[in-house]
């Protein structure tokens, strides 16, 4: 059994969040609390604030109001009395090796070979040792199916095994959260499951995950929890079950024939 420690590693908690793009308001107020190893996948329509939302809880986006916490820790800011003040740059990338992040493009550096796109977090953000970072890469890479490539560069990858090589970056930081940003969106579709594969075996591991995905079936699947966002609010949230059978809300009844 997990002792209390690991228990409390990966809670995510989002109050009051709001997020706007010069006139748009993209996040009007969004609560969310997220337990930690919980498996959450966000759904909704184009431009309902899927992707804003998740590069808040990174502070990849900077919020207007409100606050995000991962066990306890504000995100980006430090309050002061009833104020909060925004962190230094080298505080908040502290804060981000907690949190991966696996992109739509995923963002691999085409200089490096896989190996090395897997190792180069670990060195410069832990300062691990070149020997350790490069063991546990293989292994991560082992866990993707592509162990057999770590020589090659990313442009003579797939673009399914370019993403699960970012998949094995995000994990060489052993975040505490996981966030998936549309993995599967810029794949072909013969590619997509077997991204899906690796997405769903480690949704078995115990890491608290937060997706953005088009993927019904595999939202189904993977998830414990879907949530439901339509023109920045969150509108309906719960097991696959509910949502997918019972949604009450009838933005989501009409996306959900639409796709179901």
Same mark, same amino acid.
């Not at 059994?1 to 009007?28: I, N």
């Not at 504000?74 to 908040?92: M, S, T």
């Not at 608290?208 to 949530?227: N, Q």
């Given at each position: 059994?997990?002792?209390?420690?690991? =228990?409390?590693?990966?809670?995510?908690? =989002?109050?009051?969040?709001?997020?706007?793009?010069?006139?748009?308001?993209?996040? #009007? %107020?969004?609560?969310?609390?997220?337990?930690?190893?919980?498996?959450?996948?966000?759904?909704?329509?184009?431009?309902?604030?899927?992707?804003?939302?998740?590069?808040?809880?990174?502070?990849?986006?900077?919020?207007?109001?409100?606050?995000? *916490?991962?066990?306890? *820790?504000?995100? %980006?800011?430090?309050?002061?009395?009833?104020?909060?003040?925004?962190?230094? *740059?080298?505080?908040?990338?502290?804060?981000?090796?907690?949190?991966?992040?696996?992109?739509?493009?995923?963002?691999?550096?085409?200089?490096?070979?896989? =190996?090395?796109?897997?190792?180069?977090?670990?060195?410069?953000?832990?300062?691990?040792? #070149?020997?350790?970072?490069?063991?546990?890469?293989?292994?991560?890479?082992?866990?993707?199916?592509?162990?057999?490539?770590?020589?090659?560069?990313?442009?003579?990858?797939?673009?399914?095994?370019?993403?699960?090589?970012?998949?094995?970056?995000?994990?060489? =930081?052993?975040?505490k959260v996981l966030l998936f940003d549309e993995p599967t969106s810029a794949l072909d579709p013969e590619l997509v499951t077997e991204v899906l594969d690796v997405i769903k075996n480690l949704a078995?591991?115990?890491?608290?995950?937060?997706?953005?995905?088009?993927?019904?079936?595999?939202?189904?699947?993977?998830?414990?929890?879907?949530?439901?966002?339509?023109?920045?609010?969150?509108?309906?949230?719960?097991?696959?079950?509910?949502?997918?059978?019972s949604a009450a809300h009838p933005r989501a009844q009409a996306f959900l024939a639409k796709v179901l």
């Amino acid at each position: 059994m997990s002792g209390p420690a690991t =228990l409390s590693r990966g809670q995510v908690a =989002l109050h009051s969040v709001h997020k706007r793009f010069g006139d748009v308001e993209v996040l #009007k %107020g969004i609560d969310l609390q997220i337990e930690p190893g919980e498996v959450v996948v966000i759904l909704g329509p184009s431009g309902s604030g899927k992707s804003t939302l998740l590069r808040t809880i990174n502070h990849l986006e900077k919020l207007d109001r409100g606050s995000v *916490e991962i066990d306890g *820790e504000l995100i %980006g800011y430090r309050r002061r009395g009833d104020a909060l003040h925004e962190l230094p *740059e080298r505080e908040v990338l502290r804060q981000r090796t907690q949190i991966g992040m696996v992109f739509q493009n995923f963002n691999l550096f085409p200089h490096l070979s896989v =190996l090395e796109n897997v190792i180069e977090a670990p060195r410069a953000a832990l300062r691990q040792q #070149k020997a350790a970072a490069t063991e546990k890469a293989l292994d991560l890479l082992e866990r993707v199916g592509l162990r057999h490539r770590a020589n090659s560069y990313p442009r003579q990858l797939s673009g399914g095994q370019q993403q699960r090589v970012a998949i094995a970056r995000a994990l060489a =930081l052993e975040p505490k959260v996981l966030l998936f940003d549309e993995p599967t969106s810029a794949l072909d579709p013969e590619l997509v499951t077997e991204v899906l594969d690796v997405i769903k075996n480690l949704a078995k591991s115990g890491t608290t995950m937060i997706i953005v995905s088009h993927e019904i079936g595999f939202a189904r699947e993977v998830a414990d929890r879907i949530v439901f966002l339509d023109a920045g609010q969150l509108i309906e949230q719960g097991s696959p079950e509910h949502v997918f059978s019972s949604a009450a809300h009838p933005r989501a009844q009409a996306f959900l024939a639409k796709v179901l």
